[in-house]
Each structure stands twice: as structure tokens, then as C-alpha cells.
């Protein structure tokens, strides 16, 4: 699909550690990427060639793993103020691309297992919908690694604005008419929701409402599915290094959105307004639960990490509240 891997790809290093890319630009020297799946001899699943891996959720897990382990897949960058983690380009074995993956399922015919074929069921109800093409869609998570479970769910991803909001725009307004796709209702509504913000009991009949009506994740084939929104590089019009970030530390706002025309992609963003504060510009997040959030027109409430940032291309200066990096931040309707 792409020379360069982006949100979506997953990044195989030569000591065998496995890394979700996060975001669609990246510093000239390494990919910005969060460790995944770590291999070690008790775990549970296994790739195809005999390698045992665990899978870690959790950031602060991964960060203090690799901080003590191989402090090579963490740096702190001066122009965001923080560490990250990333892998440099030396250390980088395999690429793997999710739109290659979806066609190699394809290829497999009548070989594939019940999960492969419900995600290709997925992809072609899309395209049938819609119209766009499978060069645009892909299928990222477990699956493209090969370390899918009996838990494992169906993670697709569609690559381009254009293809990715007329997607959206045509499963807003016919989801309820697709026979092979459900909301998320019930017990089950209930558990998502758990597994997406944790207990929450503050926001629970909130955040449960706002789930139930996303129209980018549901049930396909008896699978869970999440459909990943991906800009390309050529359509956010930024370098990694236009920007520099100073971290200003955890903050809780209320703010009205302005605009939401970003609110599907991964990264997402809102535009807002503050009374309190009146620089700060957006909400963004490079976490897929904040996409579909909130709408236009809004008042909410936020928290996250606060950050001031400079445009080094015109000088100008403004302010976001980054969601997501910790499991307590929430983006919730007033």
C-alpha cells in the first residue's frame, strides 16, 4: 500500500519485539511505535515460526519494560518534551503492511480460518456499499501480526480521506439497513464499554450512550469489529519536526466543539473553544476509543495531557489537550 508504514502497520524488530505504529508522521531516523507484543518463553501465543509471545496493553507497562530492557525503543524528544517510544529504522526487520495482509487472505480461498473470513466479509460488504476500492482497505491488529487468539477481534483500516468519510458518511446513514452488521446492545454494550474507559462510574451512562452510537465498530460474523480511519502523508500537511511541544502536565477543561470534520480519523482532533482558556485550540487523540466522541456544537469535558506547542514554520503559538495516554482520560458531552 505504502513505502512508508503509518498508523495501522506493525513493526517486527531483529531481536523479534512487535510494535503498533501510531500516527502518520515520524522523525527522520525511527518510526514512532508502541511495543505490542513482547516475545518471552511462558507466552501464550505464538507465531509462525515458533516464537511465544505476551501481548501488553498497558503504556505504562510497555514504557517501563523497554526503560529497563532495551532502552534502544525509547528517547525523549526534545521538540515534544517527552519520552517516546519508537524504533530506529537499523533496527527494524519486517514492515508489515495491512493491506497486503487483506490480500493475502483473499488469496487463501476457502483456507481461512472463520476470523479471516468474517474480516473479508467486513471488507467486501464496505466496498459493495461504497464503491471504494481494496487497495484502500486493510487489516491491522493480531491478524496481521499472526498471533490471533480465540478473543482476537476484527481490526480494519481504510487508508485515505476520501475513501475513509464516504465510509463513514454511507454506514451513518445505513447501518441499521446492513443485514450482516449490529450495534453494540445489551450485556455485550456493557462490556464493551468497561473495556473501552474502564468502570468510570462518574461517566458510565454517558460514555455507554456515546458507544452505542458509533457506527465504526459493531458486530460482523458473530466478531467484533473497530474500522481504523488513516490519513495519508500526503493529506496532513506537516512534517514531524514543524512542531515543537512543551508538556504542561495533566489538565481537566470544559470547552465547546467547534468543528468535528476530524473526528473519525486516527489521529483524531476536535476543534474547540475555551473560556478559560482561550488558546487552547484542539482535543486530539491517537487512541481509536475518542474517535466518533463528540459532535459539532457541543459543550464537553476533557482530560488529558496539556501541551503548548509552536509552529516553527510561522512562529504562531496555541495549545492542545492530548486524550488517551492515560486510561483515566475521558472526552465526554455536558
Not at 523497554?66 to 514492515?95: C, M
Not at 482561550?278 to 476509543?289: E, M
Not at 469535558?301 to 503559538?317: C, H, L, Q, V
Amino acid at each position: 500500500m505504502n513505502s512508508q508504514a503509518i498508523e495501522g502497520f506493525f513493526l517486527i524488530t531483529d531481536d523479534d519485539h512487535v510494535f503498533e505504529v501510531k500516527g502518520v508522521v515520524h522523525p527522520r531516523n525511527r518510526v514512532v511505535a508502541y511495543l505490542r507484543y513482547l516475545p518471552t518463553s511462558d507466552g501464550n501465543r505464538v507465531s509462525s515460526d515458533g516464537v511465544r509471545y505476551r501481548k501488553i496493553t498497558s503504556l505504562k507497562e510497555r514504557e517501563d519494560y523497554l526503560q529497563k530492557e532495551h532502552s534502544e525503543y525509547v528517547w525523549f524528544d526534545e521538540t515534544r518534551g517527552r519520552l517516546l517510544q519508537g524504533v530506529p529504522l537499523n533496527r527494524i526487520a519486517f514492515a508489515l503492511d495491512p493491506v497486503d495482509c487483506l490480500r493475502q487472505f483473499r488469496d487463501m480461498g476457502r483456507h481461512s480460518s472463520s476470523l479471516q473470513q468474517a474480516s473479508l466479509d467486513l471488507a467486501q460488504i464496505l466496498i459493495d456499499i461504497t464503491g471504494i476500492e481494496w487497495r484502500t482497505i486493510g487489516l491491522t491488529g493480531s491478524q496481521l501480526v499472526g498471533l490471533a487468539s480465540s478473543e482476537s477481534d476484527i481490526d480494519l483500516v481504510i487508508y485515505g480521506e476520501e475513501p475513509a468519510r464516504k465510509v463513514h458518511s454511507i454506514l451513518k446513514e445505513r447501518f441499521h439497513g446492513i443485514e450482516d452488521l449490529s450495534w453494540y446492545t445489551g450485556e455485550l454494550l456493557d462490556k464493551h464499554t468497561t473495556f473501552r474507559w474502564g468502570e468510570t462510574p462518574r461517566w458510565r451512562d454517558v460514555l455507554q450512550k456515546v458507544e452505542s452510537g458509533k457506527v465504526l465498530q459493531g458486530l460482523c460474523g458473530g466478531y467484533e469489529f473497530f474500522i481504523r480511519m488513516v490519513k495519508l502523508p500526503d493529506e496532513i500537511g506537516y512534517e514531524y519536526d514543524d512542531f515543537e511541544i512543551h508538556n504542561e502536565g495533566t489538565l481537566t477543561v470544559k470547552c465547546h466543539v467547534t468543528d468535528d470534520h476530524d473526528s473519525i480519523f486516527t489521529p483524531c482532533a476536535y476543534e474547540v473553544q475555551c473560556n478559560r482558556l482561550g488558546n487552547l485550540r484542539r482535543l486530539v487523540s491517537y487512541r481509536g476509543r475518542f474517535t466518533e466522541q463528540v459532535s459539532k456544537g457541543m459543550d464537553v469535558e476533557a482530560k488529558g495531557r496539556f501541551e503548548s506547542i509552536t509552529d516553527r514554520r510561522s512562529g504562531e503559538e496555541f495549545s492542545q489537550l492530548v486524550l488517551g495516554e492515560s486510561w483515566d482520560d475521558y472526552l465526554v458531552p455536558l
